[in-house]
Every structure is written in structure tokens, then in C-alpha cells.
């Protein structure tokens, strides 16, 4: 359900950019400008702002990995004053404005503001950006599934992801990756009983065979489907215990467990 307050300003478009080979570079743009969310390959950014005769406005950053931020040099290359803004502590080259929680910012070519929210987890540096009734969480959540944890701890990562989890039912969650059908796959194995998963990875298979993105997904879908927002239920607490073999207490076990899991999936 859209709420006014949350809704675009009519001429604002949100497209993926594919890159790689299951990337979404995000590009927020109207008839003039385009703003670009974790372009880790440069090319085809050019290619959809060059197609469409856009003014490149600025760049989100939403964590250090090469495949969101390896396009980055090449794109300032092109335009050296495009605002680049992402994480705090100096080690993304070419960052130009370092935010961190709590903080907004705005993007004045399409008169919109944004929130900042540390989500660390899958990155320790990881930041995600929401408003206007949008989430871009880069690899923290994703459509069915959450990032691995490459630096941060299960208590980090759940507690990242019961703060994405807390925004309003209709937002729309923009992730970075098409993971969406295996995720599914693995969340059936922790609740077969759940016919929302059931019924979801039908329609996400019907758009995947035409090569449509599943992404983006509200956060309402999310809740309903996804096992990493779910430690709290019984069904996904159950799971866990089976798992493991012994008595999980608490939801930070029981999320350390399925995020093993997947990981062994």
C-alpha cells in the first residue's frame, strides 16, 4: 500500500542497471539527471545515462566491496564534482561525503531526502539510505535472504536487520543482487509450512523465465517470507533447533544457525 507522504514525485524513475552477472546498479532518474546506487562497473552507467541523455547528479555508496564501488574512479573521471556519498572512515577512494547514523542528506535535482542507517553485518562499513518510501540496503537484506557475513557478527547482522525491519510495511527494498529464487528455495527448507514462501517463489520463477528482475520487494512481503526476519516466530525457531541439536534460548542463536545453514545450502 503506497502512503502519499512516501510516494515519487511524478517524472522519477528507479532502473536497474544489470552489471556483472547478478549486480543491480540502482539509477534513480527523471528527463535531466540520474543518481546512481553501488556502481561497481562504470560501463554500463555510462551506457543508460548516455542512452537516455542524462546529467550524471550524484553517487551512493552503500559499502567497500569492489562490485559496489569499482566504478566509481571512471565515472568521477567523467564528471570530477559529482557528489559521492557512502560510508564514513576514508577507505573508499573517491568518497566525497562521509555520513554515518542519524544523518539525511538531499538530492536537490529531484527535490528528495534520504536517512542513513549503519547496518553492519555482511560489511562493517555497510550503510543503507531510505525515504521517500524507498530502501536501498545494498547486501544486508535481501529478497528472501540476507548478506553474508564476511565481517560482522550474527548479533550485528540481526540487530541491522531488525532496524531495516522496523520501517513502514509499503517500503520498497532496492538490494543489490538477484539471489531471490534460491533464496526462496532455502527459506521452503526452514518453513515448508509457509504457503506465502510457496506461493512467491512461483511468481518470482514466472518473472525470472521472462528475465524480469524480482526486485524491488516491500517490506510487508518481506516480513511474511523471509527466515531472517522471521527468528522470532515459532516455525523458524524450530527449524534452528533441529539444525543444531540443541536448545536455541535466543533470536541471535537461532539466526547464527539458518545463516550457517545457508551458507552450507
Known amino acids: 500500500m503506497s502512503h502519499a507522504k512516501d510516494a515519487l514525485p511524478a517524472g522519477i524513475n528507479i532502473s536497474p542497471i544489470r552489471a556483472f552477472t547478478d549486480n543491480y546498479i540502482w539509477c534513480l532518474h527523471n528527463e535531466r539527471d540520474a543518481v546512481i546506487v553501488d556502481p561497481g562497473d562504470a560501463d554500463p552507467v555510462l551506457a543508460f545515462i548516455k542512452a537516455r541523455q542524462l546529467n550524471l547528479a550524484a553517487i551512493l555508496i552503500t559499502h567497500h566491496h569492489h562490485d559496489h564501488t569499482g566504478g566509481i574512479a571512471k565515472l568521477v573521471s567523467i564528471k570530477p564534482d559529482v557528489p559521492v556519498i557512502g560510508p564514513r572512515g576514508g577507505h573508499i577512494r573517491g568518497i566525497t561525503r562521509s555520513v554515518s547514523e542519524g544523518d539525511s542528506f538531499s538530492l536537490p535535482c529531484f527535490d528528495l531526502t534520504f ?53 513502514p510495511d509499503h517500503t520498497q527494498v532496492y538490494c543489490a543482487h538477484e539471489y531471490t529464487a534460491a533464496n526462496l528455495a532455502f527459506a521452503q527448507a526452514v518453513e515448508p509450512s509457509n504457503s506465502a514462501v510457496a506461493d512467491y517463489l512461483q511468481e518470482v520463477e514466472a ?43 535466543d533470536e541471535v542463536s537461532v539466526f547464527a544457525t539458518i545463516r550457517q545453514w545457508k551458507d552450507e545450502f
Not at 540476507?146 to 536487520?161: I, K, N, V, Y
Not at 525470472?208 to 526486485?215: A, K, M
Open 207 to 249: 518473472l525470472r523465465q521472462q528475465d524480469q528482475p524480482s526486485v524491488p520487494t516491500s517490506l510487508a512481503k518481506q516480513r511474511a517470507i523471509n527466515p531472517f526476519l522471521r527468528c522470532n516466530t515459532p516455525e523458524v525457531q524450530q527449524a534452528a533447533q533441529h539444525r543444531s541439536n540443541e536448545p536455541l534460548t
Open 115 to 167: 536517512s542513513v542507517s549503519e547496518v553492519p553485518g555482511h560489511t562493517l562499513d555497510h550503510i543503507a539510505f531510505n525515504g521517500n518510501g524507498l530502501l536501498f540496503c545494498g547486501d544486508t537484506l535481501f529478497n528472501a535472504g540476507c548478506g553474508r557475513l564476511f565481517e560482522g557478527t550474527p548479533d550485528q547482522m540481526l540487530h541491522s536487520l531488525n532496524k531495516l525491519a522496523h520501517l
